[in-house]
């Protein structure tokens, strides 16, 4: 049986001598990908064997507490969203432009709009009753397996360092005073100093803040089974265009990066890579000067 492992040595092969090998079956980087595709597949023959282990096991909001938090405020003193949403829509572009620094009164209207809880369920859980707290993106379950993770690089009014916004709690936890911009700026190969020459060069040093959706794989499974990796992406993709719908109300550029190293992201975050992985690089902040859109 041949390998279907993509090696190292074909990662120089040309576009056309790549596609002939997946032509070919011989080497195809696509094939974990397939096989858990068709593997997370429902059929109503089988749905018996797709009954939950346990509705609303939830990540553990407390897990990543750490002393040094802001209390942010409720959304009845807040004053409402610049525009309409259509305007929004249309404005929304992809977008390297960052120049000027964000406010703290606008970093927590974008945290409250895009990500924040604004309702409460009640739902039967066995002999008690469970309070869901809700947000405006879905969430499979309303288990909202996605985690937030910032570092506020130019944020008038708050220390430069990592932070996690936790919506549950309406807490912006402080997890790490200081400059992070050199890591972060290692990250991707577009910004990445020591990167191949061949990619496109480009820069965020200067976003106002950098946004890492992260999710926690430990919960969402025992609902949905394999299923559940497919729901946490689709909800990482729901939150960031929260975030970048939100961020354009206020003015704001931003631009989504998937294309980061996982491990120096991980790292960075102190997260393990399997259980709790980073899934998404958001910069966001101020433009000052000529764009580059998308």
Not at 140 to 165: D, K, N, S, W
Not at 166 to 174: A, D, G, T, V, W
Not at 229 to 243: K, M, P, S, W
Request: aromatic content about 10%; proline content about 5%; charged content about 25%.
């Amino acid at each position: 049986m041949a390998k279907r492992l993509l090696a190292a040595s074909r990662r120089a092969s040309s576009v056309e001598e790549r596609m002939e090998l997946k032509r070919t079956g011989i080497d195809n980087p696509f094939h974990l990908a397939e096989l858990y595709h068709a593997n997370s597949k429902f059929d109503p023959d089988l749905m018996s064997y797709r009954l939950p282990l346990d509705k609303y096991s939830v990540p553990d909001v407390m897990e990543d507490a750490t002393e040094i938090y802001f209390d942010l405020p409720r959304f009845e003193e807040l004053p409402p969203l610049p525009g309409a949403l259509g305007d929004a829509l249309l404005a929304r572009r992809s977008s390297w432009d960052f120049a000027e620094p964000v406010t703290r009164e606008e970093l927590i209207l974008l945290l409250k709009y895009a990500l924040g809880t604004n309702a409460v369920k009640t739902v039967p859980d066995g002999t008690k009753e469970l309070q869901l707290r809700l947000r405006s993106y879905p969430s499979g379950g309303a288990l909202y397996p996605v985690q937030f993770y910032l570092y506020l690089h130019g944020v008038e009014g708050m220390e430069r360092g990592l932070y996690r916004f936790c919506p549950y709690l309406n807490r912006l936890y402080l997890h790490q005073v200081g400059d992070f911009s050199g890591q972060i700026a290692g990250m991707t190969a577009s910004t990445d100093p020591d990167a191949n020459p061949g990619f496109v060069k480009q820069d965020y040093s200067r976003a106002a803040v950098h946004f890492f959706l992260a999710a926690d794989f430990r919960h969402q499974s025992d609902k949905y089974g394999a299923r559940a990796y497919r729901l946490t992406l689709l909800e990482a993709g729901h939150a960031a265009q929260n975030l970048l719908l939100v961020s354009t109300a206020l003015g704001m550029t931003g631009v989504t990066l998937a294309g980061f190293y996982d491990d120096r992201a991980n790292e960075l975050l102190e997260l393990d890579g399997v259980d709790r992985a980073a899934l998404y690089m958001i910069p966001i902040g101020r433009a000052g000067g000529a764009s580059q859109n998308g």
